[in-house]
């Protein structure tokens, strides 16, 4: 961000990014368009939203299948639709650890409507925002503990744990090691205690599948997230075996659950160019 964010020939501020609006005192200040036209187009480029899902609104998210309305995608898009409009409504952020957790099976829009919540929230507030896909944010951090490695923990870490909205793609993607187990509850735990926003995607669910017949020697098991490492993810998975039970408490206080079951997209798409 070397360059300037306020046009210094803008007649409004003179080049400052502010301008005082008269309200019968001092005077109080706002940012100028000048600046704000400047600034979106940095923040949506540090917020790491990957090419693919660059063009992603909640406008243009696919409410239907093969030309059908399906009701759980439109009931997804407006509830999307009224948390931007309360986010952007709210005088303060007296509730702003408040975000979203979308759940359901791969490829039914979930990271879709995750980025575009946020991409609105940067041009429309200007927020400072960040996406993550976890596998890959785990190893760019594991990169770090090579002493060779150009960046630094801090480098990669403080970004995800400051960012006023993140997006955490693929909760519970990853087997839950001792260190992922770490590495969640300092993501998750700071955020919570700041009050940040955080968005999230999951292929787990909340509560058991009721389509799914289920032995009765695994009925009255209880969840063991710490067992799970040597059989491979299932989208059946429920997310308190992914997490430990105080982390999956602190994500649901902290968001609004939006499950998302229907057809995978892209499924649809290759069954349809054959």
């Given at each position: 961000m070397d360059a300037p964010l306020a046009d210094p020939e803008c007649p409004r501020c003179g080049g400052t990014g502010w301008v005082r609006v008269e309200d019968g005192g001092a005077?109080?200040?706002r940012s100028c368009p000048c600046r704000e036209a400047r600034l979106v187009p940095r923040l949506l480029a540090a917020a790491g939203i990957?090419?693919?899902?660059?063009?992603?609104?909640?406008?243009?998210f696919r409410e239907s299948?093969?030309?059908?309305?399906?009701?759980?995608?439109?009931?997804?898009?407006?509830?999307c639709r009224r948390f931007v409009d309360r986010v952007l409504d709210a005088q303060d952020?007296?509730?702003?650890?408040?975000?979203?957790?979308?759940?359901?099976?791969?490829?039914?829009?979930?990271?879709?409507?995750?980025?575009?919540?946020?991409?609105?929230?940067?041009?429309?507030?200007?927020?400072?925002?960040?996406?993550?896909?976890?596998?890959s944010f785990l190893s760019r951090l594991q990169s770090t503990f090579d002493p060779t490695s150009e960046e630094s923990k801090h480098e990669v870490l403080d970004p995800v744990l400051e960012a006023e909205v993140l997006v955490f793609d693929e909760l519970g993607a990853q087997k839950p090691?001792?260190?992922?187990?770490?590495?969640?509850?300092?993501?998750?735990?700071?955020?919570?205690?700041?009050g940040r926003r955080t968005i999230f995607t999951t292929n787990s669910r909340l509560h058991p599948d009721p389509s799914r017949e289920r032995k009765p020697d695994l009925e009255a098991r209880e969840p063991l997230p710490f067992d799970l490492s040597s059989r491979p993810l299932s989208r059946h998975d429920l997310l308190a075996e992914r997490l430990t039970?105080?982390?999956?408490?602190?994500?649901?206080?902290?968001?609004?659950?939006?499950?998302?079951?229907?057809?995978?997209?892209?499924?649809?798409?290759?069954?349809?160019?054959?």
């Open positions: 005077g109080a200040v990957p090419p693919r899902y660059r063009d992603c609104t909640i406008e243009n299948i093969d030309g059908s309305p399906a009701q759980q995608l439109i009931k997804a898009k407006v509830l952020d007296s509730t702003p650890e408040k975000g979203l957790l979308f759940l359901g099976p791969p490829g039914v829009g979930k990271t879709h409507l995750a980025v575009a919540v946020l991409k609105e929230l940067i041009q429309l507030r200007g927020v400072r925002g960040r996406f993550i896909d976890f596998t090691t001792l260190f992922v187990q770490d590495l969640l509850y300092l993501i998750i735990n700071t955020r919570y205690s700041t039970p105080m982390l999956v408490s602190r994500v649901r206080e902290m968001t609004q659950a939006i499950e998302i079951e229907a057809q995978d997209f892209r499924t649809l798409k290759e069954a349809q160019l054959r």
